[in-house]
């Protein structure tokens, strides 16, 4: 029996706002962990959790590994070369910024992914877009909140993970379809954990049990927020389910507030709210091109 249209959009819409959430969940525990341990350390051991959960979670559900069979070994390993540029440069930026702060620049992901998606995928980007790119831009100046001297280094580095995670997506575009889900997360993390690994031994630091199970918590936070997030765009429409990914900035917001006592400016407000109105209306663009 077929699930009606709009049961479907509002369970889409549940999954995604839990995936969203869980996200947000990941970023303050992330930020806990960089106040003892490197970032490489915990990209390692984030992704030595994430891997043997899918291992689990693959057994359970089909009780042999076969399936994780790939003949796209290749592009998981570039996409895995670009986790890592990601991850590290967002993950590092919470050692020096805001965690609002950080996540408002990192909504700029979808202004390069417009932008770069006419150079690297022929896509034909039409001015309505591209306006809506540079409004978004000036958006990201304001939220940088560049000084004499330019931007922090830590905000630099979470546009580089903006620009990164965009590239990121793009690649992941060629998979679709060809690959499951629980395979494109297994092999993203199994070689970004490899790749990882001589950097995070040669900062070791032996956890605590607290240190064990804050990193527990990531990347079992991480793994499940993945799996929403999938199932969330199974069931709807990416143009639907844009918005609910700025829901984001509530949670960190409120978490920065009361473990850190952050209070972002409202520079990085205005720039977060002028890139989520461009980022929002490039998708709907997106969807009313591909609806003809």
Not at 63 to 76: D, P, Q, W
Not at 95 to 105: P, S, T
Not at 195 to 223: C, H, K, N, V, Y
């Amino acid at each position: 029996m077929s699930v009606p249209a709009s049961r479907s959009s509002l369970h889409a819409m549940f999954f995604m706002a839990l995936g969203i959430f869980g996200f947000a969940v990941l970023d303050a525990l992330t930020k806990r962990l960089t106040e003892d341990y490197g970032t490489w350390q915990i990209i390692f051991l984030s992704r030595v959790v994430t891997t043997s959960l899918i291992l689990a979670f693959v057994l359970q559900s089909h009780r042999t590994i076969a399936v994780l069979r790939s003949s796209n070994i290749g592009t998981h390993i570039g996409r895995s070369l670009l986790v890592i540029a990601t991850t590290w440069s967002f993950f590092e930026c919470l050692r020096y910024i805001e965690l609002a702060y950080a996540v408002a620049v990192a909504f700029a992901a979808p202004l390069f992914m417009t932008a770069l998606s006419g150079p690297l995928l022929k896509e034909k980007v039409g001015w309505h877009r591209w306006s809506a790119v540079l409004v978004g831009f000036v958006g990201v100046i304001i939220a940088l909140q560049p000084g004499a001297d330019g931007i922090s280094y830590g905000a630099a580095l979470a546009l580089v993970a903006a620009a990164a995670y965009a590239l990121l997506q793009l690649w992941l575009r060629p998979l679709a379809g060809r690959e499951t889900s629980h395979n494109i997360i297994f092999y993203t993390t199994l070689f970004s954990g490899l790749i990882a690994m001589p950097w995070a031994l040669a900062e070791w630091r032996t956890p605590d049990t607290t240190g064990w199970l804050l990193f527990l918590a990531q990347g079992g936070t991480s793994t499940i927020a993945q799996m929403f997030i999938i199932r969330a765009f199974r069931q709807g429409e990416a143009s639907l389910l844009a918005p609910i990914e700025y829901t984001a900035l509530i949670w960190v917001g409120l978490f920065g507030y009361i473990f850190w006592d952050e209070i972002p400016t409202i520079q990085v407000f205005i720039g977060a709210a002028i890139i989520i109105a461009s980022a929002i209306y490039i998708a709907q663009r997106e969807a009313k091109r591909k609806g003809g």
